[in-house]
Every structure is written in structure tokens, then in C-alpha cells.
């Protein structure tokens, strides 16, 4: 309600001046198939995640701009349709909603205010973004994925090009069912130079301690930039696995302070394509005998199978390392991706590549392949033997 009052408050600062307007959008036509485990331990028969075998979706997803002056309006309304096949029967999925949406106020020279739905996230990284308190998945090791933001009330300060300051209040939790960040707080400063940038998060969530995050930067060389990020945290309701498996799982409404941090590399060729190395350490994770017990744990009743996938931690390991290998981005004709992780804590595997291909000026055929290596008791074959898949995406003008 809040973020509806200052929408309507500032909208009538747009008659101060002409308005220009432009819309795009793309429609969505897709089907995935994926080929469950049968010896899941957290998923056993299917009859706990409740994940579809085979699925079809439409979706438009749309971007909305009207701007002058002194006031910025976006909006991305997503209408999804989708029918979902499992073991059970059928479900069918049909909604529309904002993604995104802000209403921007250029209040000074200096000074900025906004209101809206925004994804806070930052920074180059590719498998996840430890900076961000809000979205350590990143998103980006699934291209066709829609991040949806959060709801935030913001105010910026720009004196220069090299510095910015914003100071943000979360609302709620956007388009999602849990809104676990209502009454957040986030003090974001950046500051960039000629081949470098980089930036401090501080953020506040009732019930846990403060989150410090960090990012940075640097273009050394033509061909080769270096990244980096880490952040000081400590979770909620977070899943406690002793390595002793007779014992039961615990949960603590606080967990003790982690780090996660990341290092990264990325080269570009000459032909434009570019290859991404990063390394992540996950301090909320499982060490190899915790991850082990959990598994064997969640093997002796779907209860315990039920609680072990619902609070474990974003990731189940303590180490890991990602690449991306992917075509050049300045290419019209099609699109590519290729990427490969490997978790040290459980010595599993995934590989995976998306694919784009420009059939038309308009119409492009898209594909995506996920091949977890590993059994029942890795990470990332826990659940899946493969997922696939493959539609069209139709570019409106």
C-alpha cells in the first residue's frame, strides 16, 4: 500500500514536461522434460518436491518505459501459463504479475528517490553473488530464468560519476510466496575509476545480524578482467546436520556468522567469445561428513526427507568451482553457453549449455541442457538424472 501511495503522489510530477513512451516484449513457447531419480533420498517416489516430469509453458514478458525530465516510470509485467505433468495427475499454473516495476523521481541534481519492485543485485559474477543480501542466486547459471524484485522504497545520491550512495527500504518480498525480507534495511555505497569499481553493502533483516557485503573489479588488460565478492552473514532458520546421522536434524532460528566469498576471472578472445573461472566458498554450507550425514538422514523417512529439501542451506557444499564458456555477445545470428561446476565438498559434477538460434528477424529457437554426474547422495544429482528444454521466443517490435 505504501509503495501504490507514493506512485500516485509522484505521477502528477510528469505533466511538468513532454512524456516519451516505448514498449517491447517477448513471447514465450517452451516444453521441458526432466528424468527424475528413482533412489532420490530427498525425493523418494516423487511424493515430496513434486516435481513434474513434463511441463508446457507460455509466458509474455513485457518491458514498459515513460520518462521525462524529472520522472522515470518502468514496468515489466510477466503473464505466465503452464501445465505441469507429474506422477499424480496434472497441475495447471496461470498468473500475471510485475516482475519489476519503479517509479523513479529525479528529486536534485544530486538526489534521486524511487519506488517500485527492483532486483538488487550487482557485480559480474556468474554462479552466485555472495555481495548481495538478497540474491546470493544471481540467476545466471539458468539464462532463460525471470529474477523477480524486490519491493523498496530508495533514495540516492550521485555527486559525481565515480560515486553513489543509496540508502533502501525493503517492504516485502516481491512476487513470492514468503516475505521473509519485510522491514529490511540496505546502505549500498560504489564508487568506480577509470578501470576498476567497487562497492560496500550493509543491510539489516529483523531477527539477524547485520549483513557486510563487498564487490570489486579490475580491467587488467584488454582481454583480462579480475572480480571479487564476499559478505559476512548469518541465516535464519538455518538447518543443522551433526555428523553423527543417528541424530536428528536441528534448526536455529540464527545461525553463527559465515563468510561466503568468490574469486573470479574472466578472458575474452579475439573472436569475441569469452571463458569465466570462478571459485566460491560457501561458509553456510555442509562440510563433506555434515553433507554426507544429511543425505543419510533424509534416507531413513520421508519426514526427515521433507525437512532436509525444505531448510537446507542455498548450497549444500563448502567449495566450488564454475566455468562459462560462452559466444560472442555482439552476434546476431544465435547465442551460446556452455557451463560446467564442480562441487569439492561431495566431488559432484553438472554440466549444462543454452543455446540460441535467430531464425528470423523476430523468431529465435532456444534450448537448454542440465546433466548432473554423480548418485543420489551429490548435490547435484540428488534429485534428476537431466532436465531438457526447448521452445521459441517470438521478439515483438
Do not use: C
Request: aromatic share 10%.
Amino acid at each position: 500500500m505504501r509503495l501504490v501511495l507514493s506512485v500516485l503522489f509522484l505521477l502528477p510530477v510528469a505533466a511538468a514536461s513532454a512524456v516519451e513512451s516505448s514498449w517491447d516484449g517477448s513471447l514465450y513457447g517452451y516444453a521441458n522434460n526432466m528424468n527424475l531419480r528413482g533412489d532420490s533420498a530427498l525425493n523418494p517416489g516423487n511424493r515430496i518436491a513434486r516435481l513434474p516430469q513434463n511441463s508446457a509453458t507460455a509466458e509474455a514478458r513485457f518491458n514498459v518505459k515513460a520518462e521525462n525530465d524529472t520522472l522515470r516510470l518502468t514496468l515489466r509485467p510477466i503473464v505466465l501459463v503452464q501445465d505441469n505433468r507429474i506422477v499424480f495427475g496434472s497441475q495447471r499454473q496461470n498468473e500475471g504479475y510485475l516482475s519489476q516495476w519503479q517509479v523513479r523521481l529525479r528529486a536534485a541534481e544530486a538526489w534521486s528517490v524511487a519506488a517500485g519492485r527492483e532486483v538488487l543485485n550487482w557485480g559480474p559474477a556468474q554462479f552466485r553473488s555472495p555481495s548481495s543480501p538478497f540474491y546470493f542466486d544471481n540467476g545466471r547459471s539458468n539464462p532463460m530464468r525471470e529474477l523477480s524484485g524486490v519491493d523498496a522504497l530508495k533514495v540516492s545520491w550521485t555527486p559525481d560519476m565515480e560515486n553513489t550512495l543509496t540508502l533502501a527500504h525493503i517492504t516485502g518480498s516481491g512476487h513470492v510466496a514468503r516475505d521473509v525480507l519485510h522491514n529490511s534495511w540496505l546502505l549500498k555505497a560504489e564508487r568506480r575509476g577509470g578501470d576498476w569499481a567497487g562497492g560496500l553493502a550493509l543491510a539489516h533483516t529483523p531477527g539477524q545480524s547485520a549483513f557486510l557485503g563487498m564487490h570489486g573489479q579490475l580491467t587488467a588488460g584488454d582481454a583480462l578482467l579480475l572480480y571479487a565478492e564476499a559478505s559476512s552473514s548469518t541465516r535464519a532458520n538455518a538447518l543443522q546436520s551433526s555428523v553423527d546421522s543417528a541424530l536428528p536434524f536441528s534448526i536455529a532460528a540464527k545461525s553463527s556468522r559465515q563468510t561466503d566469498a568468490l574469486a573470479g576471472a574472466a578472458w575474452t578472445f579475439d573472436n569475441g567469445q569469452s571463458l569465466n573461472a570462478e571459485y566460491l566458498h560457501s561458509g553456510h554450507g555442509y562440510r563433506a561428513a555434515e553433507e554426507s550425514a544429511y543425505f543419510s538422514r533424509a534416507a531413513a523417512s520421508p519426514l526427515l526427507a521433507g525437512q532436509a529439501l525444505g531448510d537446507a542451506p542455498p548450497l549444500l557444499g563448502r567449495d566450488y568451482l564454475h566455468l562459462v564458456w560462452q559466444s560472442n555477445l555482439m552476434e546476431s545470428g544465435g547465442y551460446w553457453r556452455a557451463m560446467a561446476t564442480h562441487s569439492f565438498t561431495d566431488s559432484g559434477n553438472e554440466l549444462s549449455g543454452y543455446g540460441e538460434l535467430a531464425l528470423t528477424g523476430y523468431i529465435t529457437a532456444f534450448a537448454l541442457v542440465v546433466l548432473p554426474a554423480g548418485n543420489a547422495r551429490q548435490e547435484f544429482s540428488s534429485l534428476y538424472r537431466r532436465s531438457v528444454t526447448a521452445g521459441l521466443k517470438i521478439a515483438l517490435p
